[in-house]
């Protein structure tokens, strides 16, 4: 069996209400995410590609928070073991340009991604930074930036 590291990041903006950042990948709504490349680690990967994927570059990854998703997938007819590692970062950009790999995006509130997002691991991913998010004492945006150098 095969075994493949992945990193994604679930983007958020707080403009005039929360929303996230879903994509469209043609098959199903996800996260923007890809793999680690060598001597590369999980944060330097989502930042990545999440400028790849989307041209977004003003994200501030929220300090605390990574989740790890895990499944089983085939590929070439070999069944694969896949961990992908996500951050919770926050932006200003409102306006997404897509690589060729992505048919669209949408931005969500939470109840919104509940529908939008394909698979039930992604929906699972949402509720936890958005229940992160609540719980935090204050706005990101307004007292306490994320950290930019992380």
């Known amino acids: 069996m095969g075994h493949e ?3 994604g990041v679930i ?5 005039p209400r929360r929303e996230y950042l879903v994509l469209d990948y043609g098959s199903h709504w996800d996260f923007p995410k890809g793999h680690i490349e060598p001597g590369e680690d999980p944060l330097a990967t989502a930042r990545r590609e999440l400028r790849e994927e989307t041209t977004i570059d003003d994200a501030r990854f929220v300090p605390g928070y990574t ?14 073991r896949k961990v992908v ?7 200003a950009t409102e306006t997404v340009t897509l690589s060729h790999e992505h048919c669209g995006y949408a931005w969500v509130t ?22 992160f998010l609540e719980a935090l ?12 150098s992380m």
């Open 5 to 7: 590291v992945s990193a």
């Open 11 to 15: 983007v958020f903006r707080n403009q």
């Open 67 to 80: 989740e790890r998703m895990r499944y089983f997938y085939r590929k070439a007819g070999e069944q694969m």
């Open 85 to 91: 590692i996500y951050f919770l970062a926050e932006t």
């Open 110 to 131: 939470h109840e919104e991604g509940m529908t939008r997002l394909t698979f039930k691991s992604a929906r699972e991913l949402l509720t936890n930074a958005h229940k």
């Open 137 to 148: 004492p204050c706005s990101l945006d307004a007292n306490q930036p994320a950290d930019q």
